[in-house]
């Protein structure tokens, strides 16, 4: 995670940087003069339709490049490093972080912490303000970069110091002031800790963060998630069936409250709550929109949505056909209900489940996301898995056939002597890679956030 100097790793082929002749090796040394100092200053500088470019070879010699293109025309240049500048770890040791609470031996950029408002932007990382200069508020505002992603905890600034075991912790609040005011878009997550930042703390958060309103257009509540894990760390506890219940209670109530004058439900409880609490997910119009599928706001009802959808254009067949597939605790039950929804319409389809516990982080982590490989093996082998297996592609490393524990794809058909598909987000993606012998295979795993294990419960 070093800084690459703007170091060009690839040109696309035909674009204008082809044209101009540049080469992987290459380093852009500034923009109209101005030097770039990361990723927004490069998109910013290139929309103009004349730009002059300074470029240095490997050899020392330096070019000087005009350029005439149409306005907002990309120049088909990719960077050693995507940011062009150093990632930005987390100076905080949150109570909750569940970096904290991994096993030694997993490889090492699994323990890096990141906290870069960057990432907020580009991938809709999480970020607690903390690690932010008036510099750093400047340049958003400037750039009018949107939205950003806030991890909160807490409105309580004394609360939120211990949380975060940062004594500046508390002070991040005239930042979102600045935001605010300068209409930044915003998007706002509570990791609810039990015992800490729970119901009348809950409370508090909620009605101080409806003062950023309208441009705070949701904020999403979340269990933390709890590894075996957790020796010498904050002695955290798992949330119960009537504590979940108690949460949603509370989130509706406001929601009731605050959709008649904004417009906006603004404050969700994720998936996670109403399974817990087992109770009915909301229906799709109370999710507006959809800010928070990340945060595993929504995401199963989503899903819901779309395999009904996606069958209704369906007639259904005879086809005769054994598969499986596999997922983690949490989403199990809805996985299953959409498979029985399958086989109304196409009855000789015969859709074996397998709900994977997690053994590697322990029983508590229930998402998919945080599945290892070794458990999908140790709990598949010897399983009736039909003629393919699907499982989630939040299971994989991004743009790798890599699970969380380094075991790849090969390696899981290899042990369990079938073909492996990796399905992606949708519902219709579901449905056919349930239905069709052959589907495209894409693989991607979600980034892993410090701040929560809660998101994306199925995404395939």
């Not at 729970?198 to 998630?225: F, M, N, Q, W």
């Not at 509706?252 to 417009?263: D, F, M, R, S, V």
């Not at 439900?265 to 999710?287: K, V």
């Not at 039950?333 to 319409?345: D, L, N, R, S, V």
Request: proline share 4%.
């Amino acid at each position: 995670m070093k800084n690459s100097r703007h170091k060009i790793s690839r040109v696309k082929e035909g674009s204008i940087a082809w044209e101009l002749e540049l080469q992987p090796g290459d380093e852009l040394l500034s923009i109209n003069g101005q030097p770039i100092e990361d990723v927004f200053d490069y998109h910013y500088l290139v929309n103009d339709e004349y730009i002059e470019l300074l470029v240095q070879k490997p050899n020392g010699e330096e070019w000087e490049l005009e350029v005439e293109k149409e306005f907002e025309e990309d120049l088909g240049l990719e960077f050693e490093n995507s940011l062009m500048d150093e990632y930005r770890s987390c100076r905080n040791k949150c109570v909750f972080c569940f970096i904290d609470q991994m096993p030694p031996g997993m490889r090492e950029t699994l323990y890096f912490k990141d906290d870069d408002s960057r990432l907020s932007f580009l991938q809709g990382n999480y970020v607690t303000l903390t690690n932010m200069s008036d510099h750093d508020i400047d340049r958003i505002i400037h750039y009018h970069l949107a939205p950003i992603n806030i991890s909160f905890q807490t409105t309580n600034p004394r609360l939120r110091c211990e949380m975060l075991h940062n004594r500046f912790a508390g002070d991040v609040f005239p930042k979102v002031q600045r935001l605010f005011e300068a209409g930044i878009e915003m998007n706002g997550q509570i990791v609810l800790c039990k015992g800490l930042n729970d119901k009348e703390e809950l409370e508090r958060s909620i009605a101080d963060l409806t003062g950023y309103l309208p441009h705070l257009k949701s904020v999403s509540v979340v269990p933390v998630g709890l590894s075996k894990y957790r020796d010498g760390l904050y002695p955290l506890e798992p949330f119960t069936k009537e504590d979940a219940a108690q949460v949603i209670d509370t989130i509706e109530a406001w929601q009731k409250k605050l959709y008649p004058e904004y417009g906006l439900h603004f404050i969700h409880a994720s998936d996670e709550w109403y399974l817990l609490a087992g109770r009915e997910l909301p229906e799709e119009e109370r999710y507006d929109g959809y800010l928070q599928l990340e945060n595993g706001v929504g995401m199963l009802r989503l899903l819901d949505e779309e395999v009904r959808e996606a069958l209704k254009e369906r007639k259904g067949d005879e086809r005769k056909r054994t598969i499986s597939f596999a997922t983690g605790r949490l989403a199990y039950p809805c996985i299953m209900g959409y498979a029985k929804e399958i086989q109304k319409k196409y009855p000789n389809m015969d859709i074996k489940g397998y709900e994977i516990r997690n053994d590697f982080f322990g029983e508590s982590i229930t998402v998919s996301g945080l599945l290892t490989g070794q458990d999908i093996l140790a709990q598949l082998k010897g399983q009736e898995l039909g003629e393919y297996l699907l499982l989630p592609c939040n299971l994989l490393r991004s743009g790798e056939e890599i699970f969380l524990d380094d075991k790849t794809v090969e390696e899981i058909e290899q042990e369990l002597g079938v073909p492996v598909k990796i399905v992606e987000e949708s519902g219709a993606d579901f449905v056919t890679a349930v239905l069709e012998q052959e589907t495209e295979r894409t693989h991607k795993r979600r980034t892993m956030y410090e701040q929560t294990d809660c998101s994306n419960s199925w995404q395939a």
